[in-house]
């Protein structure tokens, strides 16, 4: 072979392989199942709303900047899931969203709430209208409850198509099967005698009979029969509970917030920069129990 059909040679094969390199994506990204009940979640959680929950979307979902929008494309059908928060409080929820959807077209104000059975156990309720007769119109509604900040997250489906596409009650199946994924993906953290669910590097120290779990680097509570409580100033109060137990967080602002109650004979102080490490460290100290009693 000559020089120049050597050349040659190697420039096809180069064009050979960029064209096989660009076809790889698309090969990876092949067109989804006909049906939707058969594409697999995502690997990977992502955050649902700001504070803590998280969620997994199905593989290959378009996630906007804000985490706000995500979408679904198959061929030409689209499930658009939008996350919003709301301004529901998690008390009686299934009334809270019934109240709410006094406003909404017929086919939602119509349509039930029903509890939804998490595997994390968060509280949710669920309201599936009856099938969509046209695009973008709401095909399922899920509302978490969050434990920690009491806040309600709401995950709304819509499929943006044909209208014969959009009556698919699969997408529906496949709406459930993504709000069932809500969760709090606390950890287990032992401290001496005691456990806590606390957010992934959440730390423990002994100290005697002093016992402390740290969740950030300035957010902590201290627990044992030897912690100090303030007195002095005329303290707000914030319901809680702590070993099953309903008690009174005695809330002393200054510098930085602190908190502190006590059950029986174990006393517990609490102290964060703001309101939002607060709930957090109520939410924590709520889920303390005796390491005896941990599985």
Do not use: K
């Not at 969509?132 to 009491?150: C, D």
């Not at 002393?252 to 006393?267: K, P, Q, Y």
């Amino acid at each position: 072979m000559t020089t120049g059909g050597a050349a040659r040679g190697y420039a096809c094969l180069v064009r050979v392989a960029c064209l096989v390199a660009l076809a790889l994506p698309a090969l990876a990204r092949a067109a989804p199942p006909a049906d939707p009940t058969l594409v697999p979640l995502a690997d990977d959680a992502i955050p649902l709303g700001s504070d803590y929950l998280t969620f997994r979307p199905l593989a290959h979902s378009v996630v906007d900047a804000t985490g706000g929008r995500i979408t679904f494309d198959a061929g030409a059908t689209r499930l658009v899931l939008l996350v919003e928060p709301t301004a529901l409080a998690g008390g009686d929820l299934a009334r809270a969203v019934t109240r709410a959807n006094a406003r909404e077209p017929a086919r939602v104000r119509d349509a039930r709430v029903e509890p939804l059975a998490l595997a994390s156990g968060l509280r949710a309720v669920a309201v599936a209208p009856r099938a969509p007769a046209r695009s973008n119109e709401l095909l399922y509604a899920a509302y978490v409850a969050n434990p920690v900040t009491g806040a309600v997250v709401r995950l709304a489906f819509y499929v943006e198509a044909d209208d014969d596409s959009a009556r698919d009650l699969s997408w529906r199946a496949t709406a459930e099967r993504i709000a069932r994924t809500a969760d709090l993906p606390f950890e287990t953290v032992a401290i001496a005698a005691w456990t806590v669910q606390a957010p992934a590097g959440t730390t423990a120290e002994h100290r005697g009979r002093i016992d402390v779990v740290r969740v950030t680097p300035d957010s902590a509570c201290a627990l044992g029969t030897d912690v100090r409580t303030r007195h002095g100033i005329e303290p707000a109060h914030v319901a809680g509970v702590v070993l099953g137990t309903a008690v009174d967080w005695e809330v002393w602002e200054h510098a930085t917030d602190t908190e502190t109650t006590a059950v029986g004979d174990l006393h517990l102080a609490c102290e964060g920069r703001d309101a939002r490490a607060m709930a957090l460290l109520r939410y924590v100290a709520s889920t303390l129990t005796p390491a005896s009693s941990t599985p």
